[in-house]
């Protein structure tokens, strides 16, 4: 059995309205999935909507804010053996669930992802697509499953938009290994912070799963006009970073070298880059980079020692 989950706080009630229909709508015998949608605190409780008063839906609260207890309270709610991660902002294929069953039913797969593509209700400026990733944004070419083969963060981790998961290794992160002095957050009101789904990776891998990516996989990511601003990407350059830097600092010490490839940069290349787009900080792209750039030197001056 599948179990859906999507965890939500102050949804765009159309927006979400969209991705439960794109569920329920599955190319997937219906008694072979569940749907729960964990209410993360919204000021207007979701279980009041009603497209979500269905007997296929599921709806329950999880009063600690932040996307890693919310989904933790998916993980302890669900029934089936894998667990499928959607944002409430991602309209999925009609055979998602039918491919990501047929992908894990090998077992020494712990995650799995696929495309996300973005639908845009504002066309961004063109500086904007430089950084388009940042906003969950994945295309793989192909059609064939491709698995990670390294202890380095790339483009073959799985991320939470659409994220599928082998209910038995989430239970052993949230039971046996998130603690406190280890506590990788997700997104928690207004902050930008992430990070626990490439937490999540690291600890498959640590556990000997196999991750990777499945192309045929697609959702669609619906992105409102106001995520492709200049303020909201500076927001979430600074907020990602944090985010990457937090989850390095963890599995470093695990794996015996940094895990993304970024702190691996040394400090003269990395005061250049700072310098050179701080010159051209005029052009929203450059200003951007010098706000990633400059805040990645503070954080390998903190770290310098582990690295020279």
């Given amino acids: 059995m599948i179990s859906v989950c999507i965890c939500t706080y102050n949804p765009k009630i159309e927006v979400l309205e969209r991705t439960v229909t794109s569920i329920l709508n599955q190319d997937f015998l219906s008694e072979d999935f569940e749907l729960i949608i964990v209410d993360n605190n919204s000021a207007t409780p979701v279980s009041d909507l009603s497209f979500l008063k269905n007997d296929k839906v599921l709806v329950v609260k999880e009063p600690e804010p932040g996307l890693t207890a919310a989904r933790g309270k998916a993980?302890?709610?669900?029934?089936?053996?894998i667990i499928v991660f959607v944002d409430d902002d991602n309209v999925l294929d009609k055979n998602y669930l039918k491919i990501a069953n047929e992908v894990l039913k090998d077992k020494s797969i712990g995650i799995i992802g696929g495309n996300i593509y973005p639908e845009y209700k504002h066309m961004p400026e063109k500086w904007f697509f430089q950084f388009e990733e940042m906003l969950a944004i994945r295309r793989h070419a192909g059609t064939k499953l491709?698995?990670?083969q390294s202890e380095y963060y790339n483009n073959l981790f799985p991320i939470g938009a659409g994220m599928c998961v082998r209910k038995e290794l989430i239970q052993?992160?949230?039971?046996?290994?998130?603690m406190v002095d280890n506590?990788?957050?997700?997104?928690?009101g207004s902050d930008l912070s992430s990070g626990e789904d490439i937490d999540l990776d690291f600890y498959a891998i640590h556990m000997n799963y196999k991750i990777g990516i499945c192309p045929s996989l697609n959702i669609v990511h619906i992105i409102l006009k106001e995520r492709v601003n200049f303020s909201y990407i500076s927001k979430l350059a600074r907020s990602s970073l944090k985010s990457t830097y937090l989850v390095d600092l963890k599995w470093s010490k695990i794996f015996k070298h940094p895990v993304f490839d970024h702190f691996k940069i040394n400090l003269p290349n990395l005061l250049a880059r700072t310098t050179i787009h701080k010159i051209f900080s005029f052009n929203k792209a450059h200003a951007i980079k010098y706000i990633y750039f400059s805040n990645l030197l503070k954080y390998k001056w903190n770290r310098r020692q582990e690295y020279f």
């Fill in 75 to 81: 993980t302890e709610t669900s029934k089936g053996d």
């Fill in 146 to 148: 491709v698995m990670n």
């Fill in 172 to 178: 052993s992160y949230y039971s046996t290994h998130l």
């Fill in 183 to 188: 506590y990788i957050e997700g997104r928690k």
